[in-house]
């Protein structure tokens, strides 16, 4: 076959395919008679069965039938004649059937003669993004009304819908799992973006520019930082941890009669152990393996206790309270501005993280007496924060300040 031999037989054969979808169907939709005989629960049941198709699209396939037969004799004759595929005409009866309640059944047909048109030109996604504003095009006058109506029901569906669950699958990690309405979703996404966005890789421009660290073998490595960046779901995951650690317990609502507040209980000994636990207060708050519980490294407690917004108790030898947290504890606003004036970026060496985006973190910790001062903090970017109190790293301080990495053996 030529290549324009190959055009037309594909066309012709997507036609064709097109009528024999709409013959199926029809077929499909007066088939409740069989059903009843092979005492399936419908047609949809029957054809999955004994066709070995997924239920789910066998599902469809019939409330499109049903559509076609009774509601959608535009969309039905279109695909009779090849004109529109199977897919499209999902897409538009879908679209259809989400308009509110209050169009008319005159504006729903013409809308459906706009689609059915349209669907000459544009494939079944563009079809949708069409489908969105259909209104504007066939009834402007009420679209808006309409358009009010629909989110308001969308709206009210959403907040039914809106479900958060936690469960522990005993590996040291939580599954979390929520469902909630579009606008939190977007929010939520731009909150934790704020927190990537320091992250992403640099411009290909930027990194080959004069003075600028190579990149080293490996994914997202550089010269002067062996730890690999992470990839965009990871960051997303580290910006909601991020994103829990800062919020301001004090804007919180009480809980059992007291500021909101996460407390860390610790061992002043086993505070300054490299391989030692603490325990988070509000274990069993989340249902599932009892094993892990809410424990975590001291490594950790450490570095919560530099910017976290928790409470460290620390205990002495016979489990009573020694510190219950330190009010200057954490830098000042003022600190912070005149650390960022001092240091603009991150103090990795190679990193080039904008101050504004760092933490600030104690030189000398802070569980051994380190002040909150200036002269005793210096910034650094998530990333780099939470290697420093990694202890599968060792680092240099350099002359400049600067802090170099090494992965230790």
Not at 89 to 117: Q, W, Y
Request: proline letters at 5%; one cysteine or more; hydrophobic letters at 40%.
């Amino acid at each position: 076959m030529s290549v324009d031999d190959k055009a037309v037989a594909l066309r012709e054969l997507v036609a064709a395919e097109s009528q024999l979808a709409e013959l199926r169907l029809r077929v499909l939709g007066d088939a409740g008679d069989l059903a009843e005989q092979a005492a399936a629960k419908d047609a949809a049941g029957w054809l999955a069965h004994h066709t070995r198709t997924r239920f789910a699209d066998a599902r469809a396939d019939l409330h499109l039938a049903h559509a076609l037969d009774r509601e959608r004799p535009r969309l039905a004759a279109a695909m009779r004649e090849g004109a529109v595929t199977l897919a499209q005409a999902h897409v538009i009866h879908r679209v259809l059937g989400a308009l509110p309640e209050v169009v008319d059944a005159d504006t729903v047909a013409r809308a459906e003669v706009h689609l059915v048109a349209q669907a000459a030109e544009f494939g079944p996604k563009e079809l949708g993004r069409i489908g969105r504003r259909i209104l504007d095009v066939v009834a402007p006058d009420i679209a808006e009304a309409a358009e009010a109506a629909r989110l308001a029901d969308l709206e009210a569906h959403a907040a039914d819908q809106t479900r958060l669950t936690m469960r522990r699958l005993g590996d040291g990690t939580t599954r979390i799992s929520s469902r909630v309405p579009d606008a939190s979703a977007t929010r939520l996404a731009t909150y934790l973006e704020a927190f990537t966005s320091p992250r992403v890789d640099r411009p290909q421009d930027d990194r080959d520019a004069p003075g600028a660290p190579q990149v080293a073998p490996g994914p997202l490595a550089t010269a002067h930082d062996p730890v690999a960046r992470l990839a965009y779901p990871k960051r997303m995951g580290q910006a909601l941890i991020q994103l829990l650690e800062t919020l301001d317990p004090t804007r919180l609502p009480l809980h059992g009669g007291d500021a909101t507040t996460v407390v860390v209980t610790i061992d002043f000994e086993t505070l300054k152990t490299d391989l030692a636990a603490a325990d988070l207060i509000g274990a069993g708050l989340v249902p599932g393996d009892d094993l892990t519980g809410d424990r975590l490294s001291a490594a950790q407690a450490r570095r919560l206790a530099c910017t976290a917004k928790i409470l460290p108790v620390v205990l002495g030898g016979d489990s009573l309270p020694l510190d219950l947290g330190r009010t200057r504890r954490l830098f000042s606003p003022a600190q912070r501005k005149a650390m960022l004036v001092r240091d603009r970026t991150c103090r990795a060496e190679g990193c080039d993280v904008p101050g504004t985006w760092c933490e600030a973190h104690h030189l000398d910790p802070w569980h051994t007496g380190g002040r909150t001062d200036i002269t005793d903090g210096a910034l650094l970017c998530s990333h780099h924060h939470h290697r420093i109190h990694d202890h599968a790293f060792r680092t240099d301080r350099l002359a400049n300040g600067d802090f170099r990495f090494h992965r230790r053996r």
